[in-house]
């Protein structure tokens, strides 16, 4: 069980810092791009299939916890089983806290204040649950006060969406004011203010509040790292969507710190990739975390030069 | 279970009209608001309490499945008790259904585009499951498509977040560009044209996207009622959040259609207020769905005038 006293933002620090990467592995377990060697002779029967998702989750945690200081499980892969998929994600939130590492669940949750109590409550508080929480924050502070809370009482966090990876992100966050001042960047100003609550800062300067920017857009987030000095970035868009380890580093500052980036598909499918072929479906998934780690850090080296 | 071959517009529209009743009501089951009656002797055991919440939804389904053609389950309301409530919430999908009602799931889920296909496989895809969906729009197409492709294969749902009833949504929505259009008229936008796409426009000229806009600004209701003339608004905020009939009113066009009013807790906790306190509370439920569904008609009636 991690330390829940602590601040959400140091203790996700001190643990980069320990692991020496900063990354993080999304557990998206999509059931048709598992190994053979897994789902093999499961058909079609879904609490088959749920139950070869668990081992596959387990397997790719004990993979990855050596090298990696966190991981994102990615709730809408075990919602889409049913009541049965959302026990394995707690499960599997159980597992990586046993394997010493810090979960960040991928849920983005977003609703009015009541409500948000609601989420708050089965997705973060408590020692069982994730350590943090994506949400969306188009509610505004209401509907986000709710997850502060439980952060500031329980030494968890939350990453509220900035800037999001995909190709369509512009239509709605590039919307922009008569300073040329775009959404995302109002929301940025936002999250900024939100996350300087009373509870949320820690040792570090950093914020248990923190921000989601895609690696998709370096430039933007080049921009985002100044105007938003206290959050922790979480950055999605490695590998599978596109970017660089280059484009990933425009998110941290001078000094290494600052963000955390994701990937998924790229290390927990790595089996499919030529050159992990040769070896066990786990042992690529190994080898895959800790060459993503090492690409970020050389970036981040180069970036700092 | 109800017909998914047919445009879910026409669905719920046919279905207010056979009930005469354009009003929801949102199962919002929070556990210390039960009646007495249910909740005595529940103790802190959470399972038990799921049982209570339970019974609780299935009488409340019982008592306004003759006034109102829809019911709202808000997830976060059963999330809040892990997988045993998610259970819970696909249980009271399927009472819904026995009873004839149409269920919007209350979900504001939202992704981008793989992720959101595993959302809308778990939550919308299947007869089994809701009727439609509340989504968050804030990645843009390539996070709608996926529950819209669902929408126009299986008569399906969904409605994005327009303008929400909380009293800081203009923190973000009110968001302005140099012709003093706002964020959530600019969503208005991209929503009317996201439901113009193949397959959703029903036989009465309504989309299978709709919009939900909080009945707690009457103001921009009015307009965006112009604005997105293709919508149905799902439209919460009256009662317990402090709208009134009449700016709920605000969201239906002329002829009395092109909105669905919900209600939750002025409805399903109704053995709260004096005037129903002498009455079994699902007799207070049943009386206080009836006199919201008399409240929203005759303040149309008075509109339309």
Redesign the interface.
Known sequence: MPDTTANFADRLLDAIDAKGSPVCVGI?P?YDRLPEAISAGAGADASVQLAKIAEFCWQVLEAVAPHVPAVKP?S??F?????????T??QVVRWAHQLGLLVIGDA?????????E??A???LAGADKADSLTV????????LKPFLDVCAAEGKGAFA?VR??????????D????DGKK?YE??AD?VAGFGDAAGLVGRRGYSSLGAVVGATWPDEARRLRQQMPRQIFLV?GYGA?GASAADCAASFNDDGTGAIVNASRSVIFAHRQGQYADLPWHKAVEQAAKAFAEDIRNAIREGSR
């Open positions: 998206d999509r990615q809408a892969y919602e889409a089983y049913g009541a049965g998929g959302v026990e994600y707690y983005k949750r977003n609703d009015i204040g009541s409500t948000a609601a989420y409550a089965g997705h969306n924050a188009y509610f505004g502070i209401d509907g969406l999001t990876s995909n190709p369509s992100a512009g239509q709605v966050q919307f922009q004011n008569a959404l109002h929301m936002l999605p969507q």
